[in-house]
């Protein structure tokens, strides 16, 4: 305001016998500076008490008013709060340098409220605030050309939307947390799926810990005792040891506990072939179908990659894909020509029934009046993703559904797979272009990753974990032959599964793709659960190429396993069950579960331990290292 006098003075001679008289300034009365602050101020936090202190601060003399902005107002030009209305006029109260809050303030300032209130100033940061009620380019841009604009200074490092981001990051560790603490997982709005899969990854967690105790041991007694290499060696063997009896250990206590689990759930059956039904014909019928939304969204996954770098990609994917086959199959092979046990009839199994055209009809029925309601009203269900959710679902079931009733001959070129991923993309395609949102927005709301905002990708990947377990009926009827052929199993499970990884960082560094995407790619032939999983250990890697090449390579697998080992001679169940799995994961496995029901239970638990055994080696962080080094990163772990 000195500037704007300063500046009268020189542009117009002094007539002081026709000038009026201005009232001095506020800070020059006795009376208080009434200082006015607003925001939203959710999830109170140091950052807002700095900048109402500094408001506070302005003048010897201060009266600061704090107007909040109702959850109204806040939730048409901001978004949805975490804290209600009443809860975030109460943490203000609370604020030693509030001297009166103002409850339901203006989105932009007025004469009329300035007036009404005696307003002095107006504090806040020098940022333009965006205006998205549409009055104005800055929400304070009227205070500043009035002169009543007084700058306070931003506190870094913190923020409302900083502390939503972090608790969105860390979702699963605080679910865990308070899981743990005894909440139920009703209280805590998670499925039932969710909550044991968290419980699983509880007790992962307290076994890594187990193991980085035992490994800092190990390197301190090295690094005090100056023991040798052979001393070294000795030591490693005994902590290997010890470290197999803990996972052994851990391993007993939660076969103990899914025994109780499925032993009170057949007690409560009426007949045991209930049982069987539920476990084998669904997951068998539908099993394909939980691995579809990770390539449904490719489109998305794939923008950032060039198409040099996905030729690369596809290249490595298959290639390693039959690489991993081979070596899995034969590796199986030699070690039975060295045990030579016999092969002893496997139980058989039931091949799952064929769609009845009710279900096709009631899909086709939820599809139609689902979308129709979508297009009508794109937020009817709350958000967009959960009203989408209905009919991109029931499009991705009728295109498994039409896939699976095609002819044998055409199956082997048009797999449901795509089928499905192509009913899927089609749908998402359509709805983008009639609600004129976008094929991008679509399939981000097809797999949202959000459990508290889930789409049908999500719907359909919360089975994974279930489809799993499921592998564990087909396992417990073939339990015999799986003892019996224990050495073939894990023998051909520790090889395929080290050779897959470093393989894939080879064949990485030898074409020239970008460090980041071999790392993203080195679990393609595990299944998308763990997948993920191991990824996590690498820093920067890019999860959504990593899902999409795990599904790749089991499609790939799905379409041409049988036949490739027909070609190599491999007519050993057990070697191309194990082969199947070790290279194809669940989509081989369901391949072959129709097909060769006496390779199933070898599919089944290399299916399983492959993802188990290969999260073990990345663990480890030299030969995490190592994998970096090759792929031609510059460091390794997270």
Sequence with gaps: MARVSHSRKRSAPSKPTSQTHQPPPPEHTDRPVRVYADGIFDLFHF??????????????????????????????????????????????????????????????????????????????????????????????EFVKKIGKFKETKRTDGVSTSDLIMRILKDYNQYVMRNLARGYTRKDLGVSYVKEKQLQVNMKINKLRETVKAHQEKLQTVAKTAGINHEEWLANADRWVAGFLEKFEEHCHNMETAIKGRIQEKLRRQTSRGIIGGLMQQPVAAWLPLFFVPSLVVLPLAVKDVSPSSALKIFFITFGGWFASLVVAGYTALTVRRIVKTQLIPAEPMNKPSPFAPLEFWAWAALFLASFAVAYVSPTALGTTATTCLPFLLAST???????????????????????????????????????????????????????????????????????????????????????RHAAEIFTSI?????????????????????????????????????????????EGVNTSVTAAVVVLTGLIGANFAQAVMDKLGLK?????????????????????????????????????????????????????????????AASASA
């Design 47 to 140: 950052g807002h008490a700095r900048a109402l202190e500094q408001a506070k601060l302005l003048f010897p003399n201060t009266y600061l008013l704090v107007g909040c902005c109702n959850d109204e107002l806040t939730n048409r030009y901001k978004g949805k709060t975490v804290m209600t209305q009443e809860e975030r006029y109460e943490s203000l109260r609370h604020c030693k340098w509030v001297d009166e809050v103002i409850p339901d303030a203006p989105w932009v300032l007025t004469q009329e409220f300035i007036d009404k209130h005696h307003i002095d100033y107006v504090a806040h940061d020098a940022l333009p605030y965006a205006d998205t009620s549409g009055a104005a380019n800055d929400v304070y």
């Design 397 to 483: 079931v009728l295109g498994y559904m039409l896939g699976s009733r095609l002819p044998s001959g055409v199956k082997k070129v048009l797999h449901p797979i795509i089928c499905c991923v192509l009913s899927a993309d089609l749908a998402a395609v359509a709805y983008g272009y009639l609600s004129r949102s976008g094929v991008d927005a679509v399939l981000g709301d097809y797999l949202t990753k959000a459990p508290s905002n889930p789409g049908a990708g999500d719907i359909l990947m919360g089975f994974l974990g279930s489809v799993i377990i499921s592998f564990a009926f087909s396992m417990f009827k073939q339990r015999k032959l799986v003892k």
């Design 494 to 538: 520790a090889v395929a599964s080290t050779f897959s990884l470093y393989s894939t960082a080879i064949l990485g560094r030898v074409v020239e793709l970008e460090p980041i995407l071999t790392i993203s790619i080195l679990p393609r032939c595990i299944t998308v659960a763990l997948a993920l999983s191991i990824v996590s250990f690498f």
């Design 572 to 632: 050993d169940p057990i070697a191309r069950g194990i082969g199947t799995a070790s290279s194809a994961h669940g989509l081989g496995t369901a391949a072959v579960s129709a097909k060769e029901p006496e390779a199933l239970p070898f599919c089944a638990i290399a299916y399983g331990l492959t993802g188990v055994v290969a999260s073990l080696i990345c663990y480890v962080p030299t030969i995490r290292q190592s994998l970096v080094f090759i792929a031609g």
